[in-house]
């Protein structure tokens, strides 16, 4: 029988039933993951595809393996005695401009937020970087395209459950359509009535997170 990650029900229920092997309340394993308790509920609802980062963080305060969290315990570790596991706390560290481009590579999926007339908006792109801006296509006059709303906020984030380490580069900055003839050229062609848009940040932080392995593991 296979475990689906996705499933926020079962991540919801692993996370509550750590907690109470812990004796902690969702409050003070949001601050000490470093996020508001709506958010822990909006990350736990929408399970991993959503936040890995966020999950990776809440999995060292809980003393869980990432997958332990994200899918369940393996068959050969059910009988493991419940209780926390000498894990250390997250380590924070920044990332500064250079890494966070190196970091972004050529291309990769990210997401965009940005403020539309109906509230906030959350969506995941594929994006090119082109010099020291990033490129993504969206539908024309949709929710991502220039406009109304201010700056984007254009974030991406990795976790690796088995090194125990990730990373979230955020950049914010102003949208505009790419018009330039010989760009567009070397495009692909987006699908439909897509365009392409460019994202030119006038900000950009990174973060990375480790965290320490059980003793003797």
């Known amino acids: 029988m296979t475990t689906d990650h996705a499933a926020p029900t079962a991540l919801a229920r692993r996370f509550a039933d750590r907690l109470a ?16 308790t709506a958010y822990l509920h909006r990350v736990l609802e929408l399970g991993p595809d959503f936040d890995p980062l966020a999950l990776l963080r809440l999995a060292a305060v809980l003393g869980l393996e ?3 969290l994200v899918a369940g315990r393996p068959a050969e570790r059910v009988s493991r005695p419940a209780g926390p596991v000498l894990v250390g706390p997250p380590v924070l560290g920044e990332l500064d401009v250079a890494e ?8 990769g ?3 965009i937020a940005r403020t539309g007339p109906d509230g ?4 995941p792109v ?6 020291r801006t990033v490129l993504y296509r969206t539908a024309e006059h949709g929710p991502l395209a220039p406009g109304a709303g201010g700056d984007a906020a254009f974030e991406v984030d990795r976790a690796d459950g088995d090194l125990r380490e990730g ?3 955020l950049m914010v900055g102003p ?16 699908a439909g009535h897509g365009r392409w848009v460019r994202l030119t940040p006038t900000t950009v932080t990174g973060r990375s997170i480790r965290t320490a392995a059980a003793p003797g593991s």
């Open 126 to 131: 594929g994006y090119l970087v082109h010099g």
């Open 21 to 36: 092997d812990l004796g902690l309340t969702e409050a003070q394993a949001a601050a000490r993951a470093g996020m508001s």
């Open 167 to 169: 990373w979230s580069v």
């Open 100 to 107: 966070c481009w190196r970091r972004l590579g050529a291309n």
């Open 175 to 190: 949208l505009e359509y790419v018009t330039e003839p010989a760009l567009l050229a070397e495009l692909p062609r987006p």
């Open 109 to 111: 999926l990210g997401r």
């Open 120 to 123: 906030p908006v959350v969506r």
């Open 66 to 68: 990432y997958e332990e």
